[in-house]
């Protein structure tokens, strides 16, 4: 079972046990974003990980294993994004990609963070002005290689 | 003096008197990837700011009063970004993006994080196994209106 | 069922039931544009909203509560878009988009007109030489936070 | 004196003298939108609207001649825009297309609002949750000829 | 049914009944090029003409009824055209679209040739030579409205 | 002198003597949609039409030389065109285009409209109800070769 | 049956009875390339031909009635080609072409090699250093019409 | 001196000194398509060459150098090619190139044609239908190593 | 049986039988990344090999058959690549393709690495600072031909 | 300076002096590729590997200092490459790229080759049958973090 059918069959189970990806992902053990971005076709579980996910969701066999095969990843959007909530990441690279770059080459020197070694979280600020999106991005520094 | 030029007044000038992002960022009186962002042409500072921010960097008063105009965004890098640091940041809308949007959705119910009600900061977190770039994105919660 | 499905069912039941935009609206209880962009897939109705909208079209539930979840927007057109009446709206953003930055960077200061925050409205005006569209944008001035 | 650079001296000309859009758009006896897009390279204005720009702005002959030359228009921002504030534009179209064109379609039949036949109005309307910006599009309609 | 099958449909009849676009346009009663342009899904037909050309062509009463529908239009085919018929048209644009603009500029003033309220034919010219194809592109001049 | 410069050197020209298009192809001798065409860098004078035009436009030697050199055509609009005047051409092929291939091949059997063998013409037909653009196209057919 | 359901049906009828395109070819009466192009749907057959194709091939009736149509060209394959054999004749336009145009304009004059009264061979020449093709593109020259 | 400039200069003496690319390429003693391809900057000449090139041309030292440095080739034409005389040879690659491969295939098994040990010459046929362009392309054959 | 049916049943038979692609390639008597390249569609197997991965993966004869069939190669992924392990291929190019230009020229003169005649190996070289991935590129320098 | 013009320095100063990249490489005491792609602009030398740099070369300060600086990498060619010998690695992740991730995905798990720990070599191998480049790609796997 490809991919593709396999996330639509996550998500077809998830909606009909009406379960968050919050509870998907404790029952898993792993974080939220990760559990996630792995049932969407994006990371690849371990046999352990995709048993729970399969026992809480219901998923077929067929299913599970194919959670555990390294996906080909990205081409779950086009890019540019067209929906807002994603654009809205792409134009924060525009408007503060420059001042990224110039400032990581300062703190770190001349490299990247990785997205590799990564890991993300989401999470909820609440204020009176209206509640806050809080995404950190966590990515190793790796430095250019000279040889 | 358009926003480029001006740009380029500001490299040669930091250049020359061999002042960081930061040193520049603690004079102007705010953070640091904010004033890097304004000064690379893509936020519009007032004109205290333009006027501190000229003064540390020695700047000609058509430069500083440039700083203050609202610059038209997004042009400084052409997309996908071909430099490896800024294309990691695309790669991540791609890899991270769907659960990105499930999440938000999840928490926060139908809208977006706002890149212009929108702040962010770039931290070293120092790591024996390598030094990590800690991004943090942090940004209004826009539900969208029903009319 | 996803959107794309969901959106055709809308569709077909609306052609069937030879029903009128205005009236599905009128029923569920919200502005025109609103309800014929929650039906086409690009908005979340309220769950009193779609049974509604599920109770005037004859919709099955399954149809109705997918109405309900957020959807992945902008996929429904491709951009530029091929059809005249959208073509002539993208034509408007590349000659009068200059000076909509410029008026509203004076009227407001820098920042946007939001397009979450935003509602809009399609009338029609007579007029003995040609009746004339009137679309109204109103959108929140979201000014650019410094930090 | 091509329209790209009478543009520029139209610029240098009111940053100079301090105008706004709206003074000089009262001086010309215009609306303000036509006055600024006419004055960014978009429309073409009359001798004596040419001579009143020019009049106060204080341009040469040359420059206020080339305001009067139908101009090649759209050149002047790429697509999709990079700038924020013109990307909720075109956002809005990606969204709320394809109910404009069901609702077009059901209130005029077929056709299109024309781009060219066409006025627009920015206005500003506090409101103590935070300002509105209203924008009215105002086309005539076109019936498709049918032959 | 949607349009595209609704082509499909006019054409398998076409083909079976061996009719000619000249012999189903001259029943339906109107001109070879609008009435082709509609049975290929890219104009709206009354549902007099519907019935007519239903009628000529054997078509289920579902079809008849999807040619009064307004169409999305231009999706049937892609641009740059690879029929080399169709990028003939396509060459003719870049190479003679210049003079087109000055010269339409000059005789009728600043606007365009309406494509909307447009009709257009396509004769044979007889030519010992070489038959020679004339196609008449016959559309309103629109002004730019000055507001 | 490159065609890009003569054309810049007959525009000006054009302008400073204040003639018309019309006027000019009627001093060359030729169509005025050529002459036009020609000035424009999109087709090739022959030394004598090369000299009538550097004549009535009193231009350069260099410059009426260079008009009788085959230009590398199609590189002064980009594609799609964003000038509205232009982009309308671009609109009829996508939409009358698969009517304007049937009926081609219809009448004249496999096989396209030359662009080369190609003559066109743009005139003014008035209208009380609004004066109307009448272009003809006329190329000679060109059947496939079988072999 | 449309162009591409046909040409699977050649495709699979060759491979089934083993034949070559050159027997395919010898058997039609006509040359290689075009016999080729012609099943793979590029090119449009005589009844004759269509039935002599039809024969060797065992196809049914309805395929060889689709290989009389003329086709909608060119979507075959996507630009630039990722097949190699392919790309190296895309390389060679980009290598060779500014030379050819050079050329064919000091041998022809202005105008071009035409690609509708057109033929083409492709041979082998063996070398002992090894084998060369050898493509031989004939196409009339058709000379810019003045007018 | 990079390529463009010296492309330049080549062009300018030629021009001036009213020498044709077969009177160079004969001083140059090689074939007529690869010295002009040579001149125009996508191939490499010995130093022999470049001064002989230089000689009859009248190039300088420094242009003549130019000539012997491979250069970055293909970037001196955009693809899809505007030019008419170009844009037939990439049409002849989306019509003919499906039967070209599969001719390719069957006479000479896996592999392509080389584009780099590869010649090519451009004769004029005189006919007395139209003269014919014949453009031989002789490159040698590579089968892919299976390893 | 077409190329991308085949692959997916090659791929289905080596998961069913867990075996790896070392395995078959040791069974097929081949390189480890040519036997991968050719059961995913790139590359053609001699009957014998086709036999052999027909044997090891229990493949249908119509399966083993269409891989010795050259197939239509490059369709496989789309470019830029959005897997991450290939876009850093891809990013390679970008940063170190000038200088390999620069270097091959230098080293061979002016031609390029055949792509054809071509072999290639990735290895694991274990390393306790993490482990590297050797992959070694070895293509026929081939010299451009001058005629 | 930025580090076009310093690219530009430094090739006009190699040309100049008759200097190899080999020689210049061992000057510096860096590899052959790494210290030409960091002349090139797409890497960062030490203060003393551009002191060294400039030595050789005879490089005014200011181009020294420059290469110190992080530079905007992948801005120096177009994808994909128009130049044959870039192509040519183009075209090898197209069709060997699918080979390359199962290969990789099966030796180490799931990750990538990191082409920032990343080193290359770029070398010949003398071969009566043909010399052949080969080329040695060498990165740190990065397995994907899991959290």
């Known amino acids: 079972m490809d991919r593709t059918n396999s996330?639509?069959?996550?998500l077809e189970a998830k909606a009909e046990k009406q379960l968050s990806w919050?509870?998907?992902?404790?029952?898993?053990?792993?974080?939220?974003?990760?559990?996630?971005?792995?049932?969407?076709?994006?990371?690849?579980?371990?046999?352990e990980q995709a048993a729970k996910a399969g026992e809480i969701l219901g998923l077929d066999q067929e299913v599970a294993v194919s959670l555990t095969?390294?996906?080909?990843?990205?081409?779950?959007?086009?890019?540019?994004?067209?929906?807002?909530?994603?654009?809205?990441?792409?134009?924060?690279?525009?408007?503060?990609?420059?001042?990224?770059?110039e400032i990581l080459n300062e703190k770190f020197g001349d490299g990247i963070m990785s997205a590799i070694d990564y890991e993300m979280s989401i999470e909820k600020?609440?204020?009176p002005k209206g509640d806050r999106v809080i995404v950190t991005l966590n990515g190793k520094f790796l430095p250019y290689r000279k040889f």
């Open 22 to 47: 919050a509870a998907i992902a404790e029952h898993v053990g792993a974080a939220e974003v990760w559990v996630t971005t792995a049932l969407l076709g994006q990371a690849t579980m371990s046999p």
């Open 7 to 10: 996330t639509l069959k996550v």
């Open 125 to 127: 600020k609440e204020d």
């Open 69 to 101: 095969i390294p996906p080909f990843r990205g081409g779950a959007i086009q890019m540019p994004p067209t929906e807002p909530a994603l654009y809205r990441l792409y134009e924060i690279i525009m408007v503060y990609g420059p001042a990224f770059k």
